[in-house]
C-alpha cells in the first residue's frame, strides 16, 4: 500500500483527466457542487459576523430590538445553510456518478478482454487474480474520484478564505497563512505514517479469516489428527499480530488526532489575543473577530479531506497501470484470407507434423501425423500427460500449432473463419462446465433449437431420462442456485449440448468419464448408428477402445501406433501395460 | 472546535473515510461475505432491539476487561468534551469581559483567559493520546481474547453435522461477526459516550448564558436522530441490492473466465459479453439508487445547522434582553449550537452500526454457549498399542436437528479384522463411522475399543491409536513435508521419510517437483485428490493406529496414483483393525467382514461369500454390479 510512485503527480493528472474526459458533465456538476459549498461555508462566517456587529451587539447595548433586522439576519443564516445542504448533494451524488462509470468502464473493458484473449491466457492466470482485478484493482483505481471534487472544493475554500482573513485584517491572515501549512504538514505526516499500519491491519484481517476458513475448512482432518490446540494457537499468532498492527496504528492516530483538533484552537486562541488588542486599538470590530475565529475552525477539516486525496493518489495510479497491462493483452487472431466454406458432410481430420508446447516448456506434442478418415472413430490412447488434451484442443482453435499444419476437409484451420471452424467441430471437455441456467438454456445456450432437435441429441446422449426427472424438467436450474448434478449428468449434458449443434467432427476429451460404463457404451453406439460425423475419442475403458474403428496409441508426444485395438495388443507391450492398468481401475465400481 | 462551523461537512467526509477503508478491505477474500453477514446482522438486529441490554450484561461477564475500557472510555470522553467546550467559552469570556467590559479592553484579562485556554487545549490533547490508547489497548485485547476463545470452542464443538454452510457460519463469528465488534469499539462505541457527553455538557454550558435557548436548540435538533436513522435504513436497503447486485456481476465474470474453455469452443462471446453488460448495468442502478440516499443523508447536518442556527439568532436577538442574557453570551450560544449538531446527527449514525455490532456480539456469544456434545474424561485410561477390537452395543444416533440416522446396531469386531461396511447414500454408513473415531457420541448405547469405552479414553491416546482417513485428504497451505508430519504430534523428518517408505511412496516423492518440500497449495489443491489421498494415509503411518477407519474415495483417480494408492493402502492395513466405507464392491469382495446398512438399520453381516449365497440386498448389489462391467 505505501507506494512511493515515480512521477506521481504527472501521471496522477493523467489518469484523473481520463477519468474527467469520459464523464465531463457529471464530474463539472459536482465541482461545481463543491465550489459553492466552499463560497457558501465562508459566507456563513461573514454572515455571522456581520449578524454580530449589525443585530446582536447594537440589540444588547441598545435594548431595542430592530424586528427587520432580526428576521432578516435569520432568513440569510437559513438560506445559507440550505445552500450549503444542496451543494453538498450535488457534489456527492455527481461524484458518486462519475466514480461509479468509471468503475463500470473498466469492467466492460476487462471482462471484453477475458473474453477476447486465447484460452492460453486463461491457462497462465489464475481466476483469483483475474477477479481481483474486476473488484480490488477496479475500486482502487478509481477510489480517487471521491474525494477529488471536494478536495477542488477545499481549494476554492482555502483561496476564498484567506483572501477573506485578508479583507479583515492581513495581521489575521499572516496567523492563517502560518497555521494552515502546518495543518498540511501534520495531515501528510499523519497518513505517511498511518499508511504502512494500515495496510498492516488490512493484511492480518485477511491472514486471521485465511486461517479460520482453512481451519474450519479442515475440522474434519484437524479432529482425526488431534490437533484443535495447535490450529487455536495458530489462529492466536494472527490475532496477535492483528492486536499489535491496530495498537501501532491507534497509537497513530491517538497522536496526530488530538494535535490536528488542538492546532486550530490554538490558532483561534492566537487569533483572539491577537485580535481583541486590534479592536482594542480601533482597528476591527467585535463582529470580525468573531467572523475569523469561525474561519479558523472552517478551514480544519478540509485539510483532512485533501491530505486522503494525496493517500489515494498512488494507489489509483498503481491500480490503473496495472488495469492497463491486462486490458492490452494480446486478442485472439481473427478469421485471415480467403475463407473458405465447409461442406455439410462429416470432414476428415489430418494433423501434419504438429508440435505444440505451453509456455517455456518442452513440446507437449511433437512432430506428430494423425489423421481421422470422415465419418470415422478415433480413439486416442496414452497415460496422463502424454498431450491428449492438447491434441484435442487443436481441432477447434483453443491452440495453435508451434509447428505444422491441422487441417480440416483438407484446409488449414488457421484459413479458415473461426466461426466455421467452431461450427464443424464439437469439443466435450472432461471437466464440464455448466453455466447457472436451466438444463434447457445449458444446451442449447440461448440459440432457438427445436424441440425435435432437442429430444434427438438428448436421446443420442442418454439424457433424456434424467432431464425429465428433473423438478421443472427442461427448465430446471442448473449449477450454484439450482440442482446439484452428478458427474455422469453433468457429462451426458454436455454431450448433448455438442450434439446439438451437429457437428461434423465430434471431439471427446474423456467425455463420459463419469458416466457409467453400461451407458457409455450405449452411448457410444448409438452415436457411431445415428449420427454422420468424424470422431475422436480419447478413452480409458477397453469397451470404449472397442468401438472405435481405429486406435492411436499417443506417448511421448507422438503417436507411436496405430492400428485395431486387437492389432495394439500384439504390437505394443507399452499399450497393452496402460491397456491393463485402465482395466484393473474399472473392474467394481458401486454406490 | 474541529469544523463546527460545518457540521455536516464533518460527517460528510467521515463516511468518505469510511468507504475508503472500506475499499481497502475488498482486498479481503471474504469482504463480501462479511458485507452479507453485515446486513442479515442488521435484519436480525431491529427484531432483536430490546435484547441488547441482555447481549450487553453477558459480554461483560465473557470479557472483563470491558469493565475497565469502560472507564476509559468516559475518562477520554470527558476529556474530549473539555476540549471542545474551551473555546467556544473562551470567545465569550474575551468578548463580554476582555473586549465589551464597561471599562474597555481589559489587557491582562484576555492574556490569561487565553494561557488558561491555550493550557487546557495542550493538556486535553496531552490526555486525549494517552487515554485514547489505553483504550484502544483494552478493546483489542478483548478482541483478541474473545477471538481466540470463540475460535478454540468452534473447534472443541462436534464436526459430525458439518458441512458448507456451518463452516461458513463459523468462519463468519471469529471473522466478520468479531470485525463489526471491532469497528463499533473503535468508532461507535467511543463516538456513543464522546457525543452524549459532548451533548450534555454543552446543553449544560448553553443553559448557563440561556437555558431557553438550550431548550431551543434541542426541540431543533431533536428530528435529526429519527431522520438520520430514517435515512440510514433506505441507504442500507440500498446498498444490501447493490451487493446482491454485485454478487451477480461477479458470478457472471467468474462464469466468462471458468467457462473460457467452452466459450471459445462454442463462441459464445458475444452471448457471455451481453449478459455482462446486463448484470454491469444493474449494478451501475443500483449503485446509483443507493449513492441517492448518501449524496441525501449528510446535509442534514447543514440544512438543520442553518435552521438552528437561524432559530437560535433570532430568539436570542429578540427575547434574549430580556432573560438577561448578553451579547457575548449569544455569541458563545451560537457557536455551542454547532457543536451540538455534529454529535447529534453522529448518534443517528451509529446507531445502526450500534445493532450490527450488538446482533454480532450475541451470535459470538451464542457459540460460546454452545454445550461441547464430546466431553474428553477427566482422567482416562490410555490404549494398548496394537490391533484394537470393536464392541458396539445397541448404537443409535440422531442429529439434533433432524431424525435418527443410526437405529439399535450391534456388532463385536475381533481384533485385526478387515471390515468393510455398504450401503447406499444416506444408509448411516458414514455416521457409523464418525461415532468410531469420536467425531460425535452416540445417542444411544455404548462403543468400545481395545475393550475400553470410547467416552473413557482421553483426546490424546485417541488420536494416536484410532485413525480415521477421509475421503478427501484436506491439507493445509504448506509444504508436503510439514502436511503429513502433522500424523503425529513430535514427529521428525526421518519419521516422516520412514512412514513413506513404509508405504512404498519413495517413487511418487521423488517424482514431485521439490519432493517433500513441495508446496501444497491451498486446502492441497496443488494436489490431485489420489495424492491427497496419499498423505491421508502417510499420515495414518506416521500415527501407528491399532484402528483404522477409511472412507474410500468415489472419484476417478488416475491409474498410476491409484496403483500407488492401493499398493499403500495395503501396507497401512496390515496388522490393524480397519473399518471402510466401501465404494466398490472389489474392497467388499476382499474384506473379512461386511456389514450392510439400510435407512439406518444393521440389516446384513457376514463374507462376501456368505452373503451373496444369502440372496439379500448385498447379493443384489453385486448381481448389478456384475452386470454393468461383465465383459471385463
Known sequence: ??????????????????????????FSLSVLGAAIYAAAAVGTTVIIGRVTNTVIIPTFESGRVERGMVISAGIAILAVGLVRASTIILRRYFAAMVAFRTQRNWRRQLVATYLEVPLKYHRETPTGTLLAHADSDIVAASEVLNPLPFSIGVVTLVVFAIINLAMVDWLLMMIALLLFPGLIIINRLYTRRAELPLGDVQRRVGQVSRVAHESFDGALVVKTLGREQDEVDRLAVAADSLRESRVTLGRIRGTFEPLIEALPNLGIIALLLIGSWLVSVGRLNTGQVVQAAALFGLLAFPMRVFGYFLQELPRSVVASARLDVVIAAEREALATGGVPVLPDTPLAVRFRDVTCRHGEDPPVLEHLDLEIPAGKVVALVGATGAGKSTLCELLPRLVDPEIGVVTLGGIDLRELDPAEVRDAVALVFQETFLFNESARENVTLGEPVSDERLLEAASIAHSIDFIRALPDGWDTEIGERGITLSGGQRQRLALTRALLRRPRVLVLDDATSAVDPVIEAAILRDLRSSLATSTLVVAH????????DEVAFLDGGTIVARGSHAELLSSSPDYVRLVQAYNDLSAGEIS | MSADVTPGSDLAEHDDLARLEHAAAFDDPTALDHERAEAAAAADASEKRGRALT?????????PELGRGFKITVLFA???AIGRLTIPILVQQIIQNGLLADEGFRVGFTLTA????????????????????????TSESMLRNLRVRAFGHAHALSVADHNETRRGDLTARVTSDIETIARFAQYGAVAWIVDTVVVAGTLIVMSFYSWQLALVTMLVATPILPLFRFMQRRQLKGYSIVRTRVGQTFSEISESVQGAAPIRAYGLQRRSRKRLDVAMDQQYKA???AARWFAFMFPLGDAFGGIALASVVMIGAWWGPGWGLDAGGLIACLFLVQLILGPIAEIGEILDQTQTAIAGWAKVLNLLDQPIDV????????????ALALDIEHVGFTYRTGGPVLTDVSIAIPAGTAVAIVGETGSGKTTFAKLLTRLADPTTGVISVGGISLRDIPAASRAEHIRMVPQDGFMFDATLRENIAMGRRGATDADVEAAINELGLDDWVAGLPHGLDTEVGERGEGMSVGERQLVALARAQLADPGLLVLDEATSAVDPRTERTLTNALHRLSEGRTTVSI?????????????LVFDKGVLVERGSHDELVAEGGRYAELYRSWLGNTGQS
Open chain 2, 375 to 386: 466431553v474428553e474424561p477427566q482422567n482416562g485410561t490410555e490404549l494398548p498399542a496394537g
Open chain 2, 287 to 289: 449503485e446509483m439508487s
Open chain 2, 55 to 63: 447481549v450487553l450484561r453477558r459480554g461483560l461477564a465473557e470479557s
Open chain 2, 78 to 80: 470527558i476529556i474530549s
Open chain 1, 541 to 548: 475403458r477397453i469397451s470404449t477402445i472397442e468401438l472405435a
Open chain 2, 582 to 594: 466401501a465404494h466398490r464392491l472389489s474392497t467388499a469382495e476382499q474384506a473379512d467382514l461386511i
Open chain 2, 114 to 137: 487565553c494561557g488558561l485556554a491555550a493550557a487546557i487545549v495542550v493538556s486535553v490533547s496531552i490526555l486525549s493520546r494517552i487515554t485514547y490508547v489505553r483504550l484502544v489497548l
Open chain 1, 1 to 26: 500500500m505505501a507506494e512511493r510512485v515515480p512521477g506521481i503527480f504527472r501521471r496522477g493528472a493523467r489518469i484523473l483527466s481520463r477519468y474527467i474526459r469520459a464523464n465531463p458533465l457529471a
